[in-house]
């Protein structure tokens, strides 16, 4: 499969504890987007990386929130000190961005998150 | 930063008829428009998009028009058929971050 992947596809943690998450984008891609959806509705911006680097971070994204792309492939998200409200699907998308392209998006499966 | 609301939340249409879902953006620097369609539990896929240097676009059974002067675009679909039953997302982007529509969810009656 040459799509976004995703690890895990679930996770049930309990308040307080921290989470990490992986995508792996499209090989060729050098865009990749962390999104957050929660029932109802569309996928809400956290961040995006251009290659290794940050480019920008939602004000959603609180600071027990951190998300890492080292070597510009796969990109982890943590979540600290976990809370109920952080329960949602996070989705990973990558896109073969160049200067004057358009914004397409291919997302992966998501990482379904529920805090007890 | 960009806006996108998107209506209506729900639609019912018998299989056969037309669906229309609209989007309105705020950003006039928005210029690529994507329409996902998302299955239960399922990843958003890529349907169709539009750019903002062409006012209609169409694929088969979908269409989506883009109207930059009112900031709007429509998605289209005719000859519904059951598999068409999903829930829809709009988006509008401008190069470095996309904002999505809360979602249309579609369903198809044979």
């Known amino acids: 499969d040459t799509g976004v992947s995703q690890d895990p596809r679930h996770k049930i943690t309990k308040r307080g504890q921290n989470v990490t998450f992986r995508c792996d984008p499209i090989?060729?891609?050098?865009?990749l987007y962390w999104y957050r959806q929660t029932l109802g509705q569309g996928p809400e911006f956290l961040t995006y990386?251009?290659?290794?680097?940050?480019?920008?971070k939602s004000r959603l994204l609180s600071d027990r929130f951190s998300a890492e792309r080292p070597k510009g492939s796969f990109s982890t998200l943590e979540i600290q000190r976990t809370e109920q409200g952080d329960s949602a699907m996070y989705l990973c998308?990558?896109?073969?961005?160049?200067?004057?392209?358009?914004?397409?998006?291919?997302f992966g499966p998501g990482t379904r998150l529920t805090v007890l | 930063g960009e806006n996108v609301e998107q209506h209506p939340s729900t639609l019912s249409v018998q299989e056969g008829d037309s669906a229309v879902i609209k989007c309105t953006y705020s950003?006039?620097?928005?210029?690529?428009f994507p329409w996902y369609k998302q299955e239960l539990g399922k990843r958003p896929q890529l349907i169709i998009d539009?750019?903002?240097?062409?006012g209609e676009k169409k694929d088969q059974r979908i269409a989506v028009t883009l109207n930059k002067t009112a900031k709007h675009f429509s998605l289209h679909i005719t000859e519904t058929q059951p598999e068409d039953s999903a829930v829809y997302f709009c988006?509008?982007?401008?190069?470095?971050?996309?904002?999505f529509g809360a979602g249309t969810r579609l369903t198809v009656k044979p």
């Open positions: 998308a990558s896109s073969p961005w160049t200067p004057g392209s358009y914004n397409e998006q291919f």
């Open positions: 090989s060729e891609h050098n865009r």
């Open positions: 990386f251009q290659n290794e680097a940050q480019l920008e």
């Open positions: 950003d006039s620097a928005s210029n690529y």
């Open positions: 539009i750019r903002s240097n062409v």
């Open positions: 988006a509008a982007s401008w190069g470095n971050d996309m904002r």
